[in-house]
């Protein structure tokens, strides 16, 4: 079933993409199936290596030279055909759209490094961390539900993951707490609960579920968060702020109050795929010109999912 946009949701979408060929794209392509992307676990079998066998029965690319671990699918799949390879039931793949995957490449956590992954359900983005880490360093897994919990640790098994514990609690009460100790994380991802906008591709009623009080509601929730969160990081540590939706309320205005209100920058960074600038104005309220570090990824501009980061590093320790 094709699901159409309501009328406010298109209209602000037209914001954003005020160049109607270019709005026109985007309403294309989010009717369409995204495409087959996986990550090699590297913890268990080098890209070289799942790539020789994967070829014996799939058309696989690797198209990013700068991240052989990353791959496309080119083949046609029957429906459950990447989960129920014998390849992905040993861990060797993470099935994980390209656009997921830049959370973790642009924190950059290191082997001897303590990171926090505040909201890590399903675990795509921890496993990839702690692949990153070669499974030293230490990843705390955190999320509020036990069925979330379960998935987590399932999926840290399936990969063979060592370096990572999976925490059950409320991400306010946990940031709190450390808050109120001695220790403080060298990194921290927050991959923070969003509307969805960017998800249309793999998941259609997105469109008919889309509330604007929801992405209201969400953008309160995540600057409380995000308040939280960075009383636990490090001086001159790093936090990656990401969502998978296109609304400037859950994403720009995020980091925008993030750089009102505490010792925060944004870095330069760059990705493997396309990505557009941060905006700066939305519905009159002028932001921070520094947003245009902020990265946008749009699903006409490489055939992916939607999504959005910012990289802030801590300029002094907050007590």
């Not at 090699?40 to 690797?62: A, D, F, G, M, Y």
């Not at 992954?117 to 955190?142: E, H, R, V, W, Y």
């Not at 309160?220 to 960075?230: D, G, L, P, S």
């Not at 520094?290 to 007590?319: C, M, V, W």
Request: aromatic residues 8%; hydrophobic residues 35%.
């Amino acid at each position: 079933m094709v699901y159409e946009m309501k009328p406010l949701f298109k209209e602000r979408m037209q914001k954003l993409l005020p160049d109607s060929s270019d709005f026109e794209k985007y309403n294309s392509i989010v009717h369409t199936s995204p495409k087959n992307f996986i990550r090699c676990n590297t913890l268990k079998i080098s890209p070289t290596e799942l790539l020789h066998r994967l070829k014996q029965k799939w058309n696989v690319i690797q198209p990013y030279h700068a991240h052989p671990e990353i791959m496309l699918i080119e083949s046609e799949l029957p429906p459950g055909g990447l989960g129920n390879a014998i390849e992905h039931v040993l861990g060797y793949y993470y099935v994980q759209e390209i656009s997921s995957m830049l959370s973790a490449i642009a924190l950059s956590p290191k082997p001897d490094e303590f990171v926090l992954d505040l909201c890590a359900s399903p675990g795509s983005k921890t496993t990839q961390m702690a692949a990153l880490m070669q499974n030293k360093g230490t990843i705390i897994a955190n999320d509020l539900k036990l069925d979330r919990i379960r998935i987590i640790s399932a999926n840290l098994e399936r990969c063979g993951v060592t370096n990572t514990i999976a925490c059950q609690k409320d991400a306010v009460v946990f940031c709190n707490n450390i808050a109120n100790s001695d220790f403080r994380f060298d990194k921290i991802l927050l991959d923070v609960p969003c509307s969805g906008e960017g998800t249309i591709r793999s998941s259609p009623k997105t469109l008919l579920m889309w509330n604007l009080k929801v992405v209201n509601k969400l953008s309160r929730q995540q600057k409380k968060f995000f308040a939280t969160a960075i009383k636990c990081l490090k001086k001159g540590g790093t936090l990656v702020y990401s969502t998978c939706t296109h609304a400037p309320e859950e994403n720009e205005i995020v980091v925008d109050f993030a750089l009102k209100n505490f010792p925060v920058k944004i870095e330069s960074i760059s990705l493997p795929i396309k990505s557009r600038e941060g905006v700066t104005q939305w519905n009159n309220e002028s932001l921070s010109p520094e947003l245009k570090k902020a990265h946008r990824i749009y699903p006409q501009d490489n055939d992916s999912e939607g999504f959005f980061l910012a990289k802030l590093t801590l300029l002094e320790e907050i007590k």
